[in-house]
């Protein structure tokens, strides 16, 4: 196929073909550093292909190696003032075609695809930067290259990073247009917030400025890639808020009404009883689960909402330590459901009782009613059957349906290699992300309203000493 190429550029293009190619041609060109060689295929579709070799090239050519002069400037033709200032101030003073092959099209051709993009520019910094060095005579990488993965090991999931992130995005000025500026390795971007943000600089200069007209923080993205904190859905974002706002209020008005009304009533006598209903693995279970989700609630809520100038919790320690725990989360979830199996404790969440509907309407009518009027509670637990119909009803979606889903969608955000690249027409990160934000928020809004629903036993603070000493206390009339 190159043989056939070569014929028909030489019948067909200007006189570099016929004078040139003969010893230019890469499977011909002289065996020495100083020997330009290239595709004529590749060069026949580049703009350059209209133009002789001596247009830009210029001297004797009669010996060998060619005595020429210095050649003719990218700027002979191209406006390149404000590059050329920035390469000036580069570690990288090199001319253009050091890094952009004169002889091969599409090396800046945008109008593509982010990965092969990502791709393609990376491919002209690993012609230095990489195992293949095309520039060996370049001073210095003949005697030291740094390992890539090595260098960089510092950065989270590098190897992730190396596929969709530019080398420019960190190695030259956030704060400045253009990407011909390289900047030493010390002063490269080292700041997950400079990507992982609403307001990155670095999506913003190389991608623009998001669209304040949809709901999608910087929606370019979506159907390319997706970056932690840089893209929410702003919409949803102020619906849950708004949830979390309203059941906080509902609960200080429930609560002040609550302890208006215990002050108007005259309490009768009474005889408490107490009994053993948690069992040591259910309440050290309870704790740990507890405290997992609270700091998963923390750190993730911080790489959802990106960065801030001054963060208490950096990005980057809040992406570990949200991985980590929400493994040992993961973990320590199916050794509750291996214990509830075992001991017959899931009974309590899969085992109906007689007449649940009405018994979640009795329950629904207590909390809302009842409980100001000083009525009996509807349902007393006892080992058999631990929750009232409500709780068993809201227990069993919490753990069993919105659990499993925001424990298997973290762990295939943890390897994203395994999903698809879209999911109807959305980056597949993005999707599988807004289902686990989905679960998170709403499994913390249930965390709320449960610490609230814990003071409804016949002391406030019984809800929360039955999960420290295991024992259910209430309260009888005298001798029952």
């Known amino acids: 196929m190159r043989l056939i190429w070569t014929i028909i550029l030489l019948l067909a293009a200007p006189a570099w073909a016929e004078n040139c190619v003969e010893c230019h041609d890469e499977d011909l060109a002289l065996d020495t ?26 001297g004797d050519f009669d010996d060998l190696p060619h005595e020429i002069e210095p050649t003719i400037l990218c700027s002979s033709c191209h406006d390149f003032e404000h590059i050329e200032e920035q390469v000036e101030a580069s570690v990288h003073p090199f001319r253009c075609a050091h890094c952009h092959d004169p002889h091969a099209p599409g090396d800046l051709v945008v109008d593509h695809a982010i990965r092969d993009r990502v791709a393609r520019e990376i491919g002209i910094c690993l012609s230095c930067h990489g195992d ?38 960190c190695h030259t000025p956030v704060d400045r247009a253009g990407i011909h500026e390289i900047l030493p390795a010390k002063a490269a971007q080292r700041r997950c917030e400079s990507c992982h943000r609403q307001d990155s600089p670095v999506a913003a200069k190389f991608l623009g400025q998001p669209d304040r ?15 932690k904190g840089a893209m929410r859905h702003q ?13 906080l209020l509902g609960i200080a008005i429930h609560a002040v009404l609550r302890v208006l009304a215990a002050r108007r009533r005259t309490f009768a006598s009474f005889t408490a ?23 998963l609630a923390v750190t993730g809520f911080r790489i959802h909402w990106g960065g801030r100038e001054e963060p208490l919790l950096s990005f980057e320690t809040a992406y570990h330590v949200h991985n980590l725990v929400g493994l040992l989360l993961a973990v320590w979830f199916v050794w509750f459901l291996a214990m509830g199996a075992a001991t017959g404790n899931d009974r309590s969440y899969w085992k109906l009782p007689p007449r649940w509907i009405r018994g979640v309407y009795a329950q629904a009518r207590y909390y809302l009613v009842g409980v100001f009027r000083g009525d009996a509670h509807p349902f007393h637990p006892t080992r058999e059957r631990r929750f009232n119909p409500l709780q068993q009803t809201v227990y069993l979606k919490a753990m069993h349906l919105l659990f499993p889903i925001l424990a ?40 709320v309203i449960h610490l609230y629903l814990i003071t409804f036993g016949d002391r406030p603070r019984y809800g929360l000493q039955s999960m420290i000493d295991g024992k259910h206390r209430s309260h009888h009339p005298p001798g029952s």
């Open 273 to 295: 009883h107490e009994e053993l209903l948690f069992d040591r693995w259910v309440r050290s279970w309870h704790w740990i689960n507890a405290l997992l989700f609270l700091v």
């Open 213 to 227: 007209e949809t709901w999608i923080t910087h929606d370019v993205l979506l159907g390319d890639a997706y970056v």
């Open 235 to 247: 919409l949803v974002d102020r619906i849950l808020i708004g949830i979390v706002l309203l059941a």
């Open 132 to 169: 293949d060095v095309r520039w060996e005579t370049v001073a210095g990488l003949d005697q030291r290259r740094a390992d890539l993965m090595e260098v960089h090991a510092w950065l989270p999931r590098a190897a992730k990073h190396k596929r969709v992130v530019l080398c420019v995005c």
């Open 33 to 58: 550093p100083y020997a330009w060689s290239f595709e004529p295929a590749r060069y026949g579709a580049d703009v350059h292909a209209s133009l002789d070799c001596t247009d830009c090239h210029t």
């Open 408 to 447: 298997v969608s973290g762990v295939l955000l943890l390897y994203p290699e395994v999903l698809p690249e879209t999911i109807a027409g959305y980056a597949a990160g993005w999707a599988v992300a807004t289902v686990h934000y989905l679960c998170a928020a709403i499994l913390s809004i249930f965390l």
